[in-house]
């Protein structure tokens, strides 16, 4: 029973197209955020959404819009998508005041072309 | 600069040896410092937790933290070729709900048997 499940694992599309990415957690934690790793690794968080409500927003184009219908979901769209785009985005889950660190998916491979 | 720096590798040991991380930070607000491995097109698993300084164990991974010197470690002991994954260190300022993990760039570990 997968705890932190993103939709879908691979997406190859081209420039200029709308996607969306899908992330569902079912360990009743209360936060959730979307990483994004780049080809040489590094990890750099893009958003965190608290109950739904949106604390971190770090510093990324506004094409990519976050949704949380609840705290269980958390959805990531993507307008205009551009070659620089290409990275594997990773969705994780935290409870507030929990001493385990993050919960992450496996993953999302996008591949702009 | 980056905030955390970690020697990308790749490490490679033989099965049975002590495998020895480490990563440098600049901020000396952090206080929260993890370990996750993670294995290729899979997302990144929590394996060590630790709060400000000391040593930390938990089977044959040992974890330590030097706040003075604003450097961490990880050691496996008895590695196994399942070892073999990219580990990758993160530290936070606080432990509150939105808790923004800044991690490093991962050092790929080969065991090789």
């Known amino acids: 029973d997968t705890a932190v499940s993103q939709t879908p694992k691979y997406l190859v599309t081209q420039m200029g197209n709308d996607k969306s990415i899908k992330c569902e957690q079912n360990l009743g934690h209360d936060t959730m955020y979307w990483y994004k790793q780049d080809s040489k690794k590094f990890l750099k968080i893009m958003f965190s959404y608290n109950n739904k409500e949106l604390i971190i927003n770090e510093t990324v184009p506004n094409r990519f819009s976050p949704k949380s219908p609840d705290k269980a979901h958390l959805n990531l769209h993507i307008n205009s998508l551009e070659l620089g785009d290409s990275a594997v985005y990773f969705c994780?889950?935290?409870?507030?005041?929990?001493?385990?660190?993050?919960?992450f998916g496996s993953g999302t491979r996008l591949t702009v072309v | 600069q980056k905030e955390v720096e970690q020697d990308p590798g790749p490490l490679s040991v033989p099965e049975g040896a002590i495998v020895s991380l480490n990563c440098t930070y600049s901020?000396?607000?952090?206080?929260?410092f993890m370990w996750y491995r993670q294995y290729s097109r899979k997302g990144p698993e929590l394996l060590m937790y630790?709060?400000?300084?000391g040593n930390k164990e938990d089977g044959r991974f040992t974890a330590q933290v030097d706040k003075s010197s604003k450097y961490i470690s990880l050691f496996i002991r008895d590695s196994q070729p399942s070892d073999s994954a990219t580990y990758l260190c993160a530290m936070s300022v606080v432990k509150a709900a939105g808790n923004k993990l800044t991690f490093g760039g991962g050092t790929r570990v080969l065991v090789k048997p």
């Open positions: 630790t709060y400000s300084s």
């Open positions: 901020n000396s607000a952090f206080q929260y």
């Open positions: 994780a889950s935290s409870q507030q005041g929990a001493d385990y660190g993050y919960t």
